[in-house]
Nanobody, 133 residues
């Protein structure tokens, strides 16, 4: 079971990046999925999430209107399209999945902001995103 993020890099303010999270060893169709990020000296933040089984989405206020989460079941991959990027988007970005049939998995808001001590099932290793001129 593995999640592998890719697509990070250096981008100028106002630019775009698309992150990918490829799953192996399991089918993403049956999982709730989230993108999280952690900037130096800051706590981890839920950026965007898709619930299971209904596929409802959540976006943090800081990225609403700029980021889009999407799942390609045929490729067993989830994406995060990031537009109009700003220096405050600089962070390590992680994808994570939840298979347990819990309130957290069913509510994308809760998935992106899980209760303290709640552990999602699997995490990727992260990809660095830097927004700088």
């Amino acid at each position: 079971v593995q999640l592998v993020e890719s697509g990070g890099g250096l981008v100028q303010p106002g630019g775009s990046l698309t992150l990918s999270c490829a799953a192996s060893g399991f089918r993403l169709d049956y999982y709730a999925i989230g993108w999280f990020r952690q900037a130096p000296g800051k706590e981890r933040e839920g950026v965007s999430c898709i619930s299971s089984p209904y596929g409802s989405t959540f976006y943090a206020d800081s990225v609403k209107g700029r980021f889009t989460i999407a799942r390609d079941n045929a490729k067993n991959t989830v994406y995060l399209q990031m537009n109009n990027m700003q220096p405050e988007d600089t962070a390590i970005y992680y994808c994570a999945v939840e298979h347990k049939a819990t309130d957290v998995a069913r509510d994308p808001n809760k998935l992106c902001r899980p209760p303290k001590g709640y552990e999602l099932d699997y995490w990727g290793q992260g990809t660095q995103v830097t927004v700088s001129s």
